[in-house]
C-alpha cells in the first residue's frame, strides 16, 4: 500500500508539494521562533545567573509596621495603641547573624559550587574636590570571582590583585569616570561619619551595565576597617552546581536562620513574567500554523479520497480490507507530514545558524560581536517533529477513515 | 462444491423495495454461466451477492463449501484475493501504476510479486500486451484496457472469475477477443466463470444460461457445448 500512496503522492506532485510546504513552514517556523526566544531567554537567564550570584543569603531587615511595636512597650495591656508620629524604619540585623555557621553548612551541601561573603557599604569616595557616593563591595577575590563574573570584565589589572589586602581598589568604569581618577591614584573613602581612608586604584572593570559600573571592590578585611565593623558579613552570595536549583535552595535555606535567602529568580520576577508572556505567544503562533498546515492535508487527502472512489472499490475487490485503504490515504498524510518536518528542521537549523551570525545586539566582553543569541536546544527540535508529525496524523486519520468505510459495491452501482 | 445459492432474496432501503427473491442455484466447479435479463432485473446484484461483494438479505451462499455470509473479514479478504477474480463494465485501472503494476496490484496483499511476475507477463503475452506493459492506461485504447483489467483479474489465478458486463464498453471486435479469453478460462483452465451480459449472442457462448425476470430466477438452460 505505502508503494501506491507514493505512486499517487508522485503523480500529484503540485498537491503534494503545496501539502508539504505547509508543514514544512509550520516546522521551520517553530525551529526558528523558539531557537530565537529560547536563545533569548537562555542569554538573559546566563546574564543573570552567571553575572551574579544564584541565592543570597542576606542580613533581614524589615520595614516596620505601624503596630510592631505594640507588644514591646504595651504588651498585653491595652486592645489598641495609637501613635503619633507612627513608627517607621527598618527593623532587622545589620550583618549575617552566625557566618560561620552558613560556611559550615554551604562547605557542606554537594549543590553549592562556591560562596563569597561580602560586606556591602555605602561609600563616598573623594578626589580632590570631586566626591561620589556609590557601593564599596568588600570580598574576597578569588571567592567573589568563582560566584560572579565581574573578574571576566576587567579592562586593567587583575581581579586578585586587591587580595593581598592594604587598602586596593577596583572601579568600576562608570565610577572612574565620575570621579576623573586613574590607574594607580589614589582615593580617599569614607563610610558614613567615619574617617576617611586612603585606597589605590589597581583595577578597572566595565560590564555594559551602568549601575553595575557604578560599584567598587575592595578586599573584604579592608572594607570591613573603613566601615568600622570587623568581622561583619551582611551578604553570602552563593553559586550552585545548577542554576535551577536555585529556588528550591533558597527556600529551604530561609527557614535555617533569621537571614533572607533569595534566589536569582525571585529577584528577576519581571523578567520571569516576560519569559512567559513570551512562550504563550510562541505556542499560540505555532498552534495556529499547524492547524493551517493541518487543514490543507486534512481538505487534499478528503478530495483524494473522492477521486480515488473507484481505485478504492477495485482494490477491496482485489482482496484488500479497510485496514489496507485507511493505510493507503493515512500513509500519504504522514509521508507528507514527515518529509515536511524533516526539511523544516533542516531549514529551521540552516536559518537559525544564520541568525546567529547576525550581530544584532551591543558588544560586551562575552559576546564581542554583538550575535543574536539562537537556541539550537534539541528539545526544540524534538517538539517540532512531534507537533508537526501529530497534526498531520490526526488531520490524515480522518479522511482515511472515511475512505476505510466506503464500501465497493456503492462505487461500482454508480459507475464509478 | 461450486458456488450454492440458497432461498436467496434481497432488498434495499426503507420501505425495503425487494429487488431478488427465493434464488437457488447451483453452479458447479469449472462452469461457464451468463446471467441475463432486462435492465434493472437484478444481474448485478446476484452476482455481487453470489461473489460476496454484497450480503444477501435472505438465504445463505457457500462457495467452496464455506458460508461467506458468515465468514469473518479477514478470511473473506484472504478469500477474495486468492480464489475470486473480478472484472467489470469499466476497467478500474489505476491511473498512476503502468499496465504491469495494475497487473501485480492483487499479488501485493500477501507479498506474491516474485512468485506470480512470471505468470502476468505470460498473461500480458497472451493478450497481445507484451510491448505495452509499461504504458499507462491513458496510453492504451479502451480495448487494450480492458484486456489489462482481465490480466489483473487472473493474475492470482483464481478458482472463480466474476464478470459484470465485461464487453459493456467495447466495440464488437474488441468484445468478442473478451469473450473468447473468458471462454478461454473456463474450457482450457477450469475456472468458474459468472458473466452479466447485455448481448444474447455472447450469452450463448457459455455452457448455461441464467435469465433473471423481476428478480426471479425463470430461465435455466444448461447443458450446450
Ligand atoms: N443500493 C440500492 N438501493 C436501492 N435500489 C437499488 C440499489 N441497488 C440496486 N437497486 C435496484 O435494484 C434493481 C436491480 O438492480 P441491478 O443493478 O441488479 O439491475 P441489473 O439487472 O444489473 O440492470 P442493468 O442491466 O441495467 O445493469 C434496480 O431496480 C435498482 O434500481
Ligand atoms: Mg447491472
Not at chain 1, 484488500?320 to 500513509?331: E, G, H, K, Q
Not at chain 2, 444460461?209 to 444448461?222: A, C, L, N, S, Y
Amino acid at each position: 500500500m505505502i508503494f501506491l500512496a507514493i505512486r499517487y503522492l508522485l503523480e500529484r506532485r503540485r498537491q503534494t508539494v503545496l501539502t508539504l510546504l505547509g508543514v514544512f513552514f509550520g516546522t521551520t517556523a517553530f525551529v526558528s521562533v523558539s531557537g530565537f526566544f529560547l536563545g533569548f531567554q537562555g542569554y538573559m537567564v546566563q546574564q543573570l545567573v552567571n553575572n551574579s550570584a544564584q541565592v543570597h543569603i542576606e542580613a533581614r531587615q524589615d520595614y516596620l509596621g505601624p503596630h510592631d511595636l505594640d507588644s514591646s512597650f504595651f504588651a498585653s495591656d491595652v486592645g489598641h495603641v495609637f501613635w503619633t508620629p507612627q513608627p517607621a524604619g527598618v527593623k532587622g540585623y545589620l550583618g549575617v547573624q552566625s557566618p560561620e555557621a552558613w560556611y559550615r553548612r554551604l562547605d557542606a551541601d554537594p549543590r553549592v559550587s562556591a560562596y563569597s561573603p561580602i560586606l556591602t557599604a555605602a561609600a563616598l569616595f573623594n578626589l580632590g574636590s570631586v566626591s561620589v557616593a556609590a557601593n564599596l563591595i568588600g570580598c574576597n577575590p578569588a571567592q567573589q570571582a568563582k560566584v560572579t563574573s565581574v573578574a571576566n570584565y576587567m579592562i586593567t589589572g587583575r581581579f586578585t590583585d586587591i587580595s593581598t589586602g592594604g587598602n586596593r581598589l577596583i572601579l568600576g568604569d562608570e565610577l572612574m569616570k565620575r570621579i576623573g581618577a586613574g590607574m594607580q591614584q589614589t582615593v580617599l573613602v569614607s563610610v558614613g561619619r567615619n574617617e576617611a581612608v586612603p585606597f589605590k586604584i589597581v583595577g578597572r572593570f566595565s560590564t555594559g551595565s551602568r549601575g553595575v559600573d557604578l560599584q567598587a571592590y575592595g578586599a573584604l578585611a579592608d572594607v570591613q576597617k573603613v566601615n568600622f565593623t570587623p568581622n561583619r558579613v551582611n551578604e553570602i552570595a552563593v553559586r550552585l552546581q545548577d542554576y535551577r536549583d536555585a529556588d528550591l535552595l533558597a527556600r529551604s535555606w530561609s527557614r535555617l536562620g533569621p537571614e533572607r535567602v533569595e534566589s536569582w529568580g525571585d529577584l528577576s520576577q519581571n523578567i520571569k513574567s516576560v519569559f512567559s508572556i513570551q512562550t504563550t505567544l510562541r505556542y499560540f503562533m505555532i498552534t495556529t500554523v499547524f492547524i493551517v498546515a493541518g487543514f490543507g492535508i486534512y481538505n487534499i487527502l478528503n478530495m483524494t479520497v473522492s477521486q480515488k472512489r473507484q481505485d478504492i472499490a477495485i482494490l477491496r475487490a482485489m482482496g484488500y480490507d479497510t485496514f489496507d485503504i485507511v493505510m493507503l490515504f493515512f500513509a500519504q498524510g504522514l509521508i507528507v507530514g514527515v518529509f515536511g518536518t524533516l526539511f523544516g528542521l533542516v531549514c529551521g537549523y540552516l536559518f537559525c545558524r544564520y541568525l546567529q551570525t547576525i550581530s544584532f545586539m551591543q558588544a560586551s566582553p562575552s559576546n564581542p560581536e554583538g550575535h543574536l543569541h539562537i537556541a539550537l536546544d534539541p528539545f526544540i527540535y524534538l517538539q517540532a517533529s512531534f507537533l508537526a508529525v501529530f497534526s498531520t496524523a490526526v488531520a490524515s486519520i480522518l479522511p482515511a477513515r472515511a475512505a476505510g468505510k466506503l464500501t465497493p459495491i456503492d462505487i461500482i452501482r454508480q459507475g464509478g | 462444491m461450486g458456488i450454492v445459492a440458497k432461498k436467496v432474496g434481497k432488498s434495499f432501503g426503507s420501505p425495503a423495495s425487494r429487488v431478488l427473491s427465493d434464488i437457488s442455484l447451483e453452479i458447479a466447479d469449472g462452469e461457464f454461466v451468463s446471467l441475463t435479463g432486462r435492465s434493472g432485473a437484478g444481474k448485478s446484484t446476484l452476482l455481487y451477492i453470489l461473489s460476496t461483494l454484497d450480503d444477501p438479505t435472505e438465504g445463505i451462499v457457500e462457495i467452496s463449501g464455506l458460508n461467506i455470509t458468515k465468514m469473518n473479514s479477514e478470511d473473506l479478504h484472504h478469500f477474495r484475493n486468492q480464489k475470486m477474480g473480478f472484472v467489470f463494465q469499466f476497467n478500474y485501472l489505476i491511473a498512476e501504476l503502468t499496465a504491469i503494476q495494475n497487473v501485480m496490484m492483487p499479488t501485493l496483499k500477501f507479498q506474491e510479486q516474485t512468485k506470480r511476475r512470471p505468470h502476468a507477463e505470460e498473461l500480458m503475452e497472451k493478450f497481445g500486451l507484451k510491448e505495452k506493459m509499461d504504458r499507462y492506461p491513458r496510453q492504451l485504447s479502451g480495448g487494450e484496457q480492458q484486456r489489462v483489467a482481465i490480466a489483473r483479474a487472473l493474475v492470482m489465478e483464481p478458482h472463480y472469475l466474476f464478470a459484470d458486463e465485461p464487453t459493456g464498453s467495447l466495440d464488437a471486435a474488441n468484445a468478442q477477443t473478451v469473450m473468447s479469453i473468458l471462454t478461454d478460462c473456463s474450457v482450457k483452465q477450469g475456472m468458474t466463470v459468472v458473466m452479466v451480459t447485455h448481448d444474447s449472442g455472447f450469452a450463448k457462448m457459455a455452457q448455461r444460461e441464467i435469465e433473471i425476470v423481476d428478480g426471479k430466477m425463470i430461465v435455466d438452460v444448461e447443458g450446450k457445448k
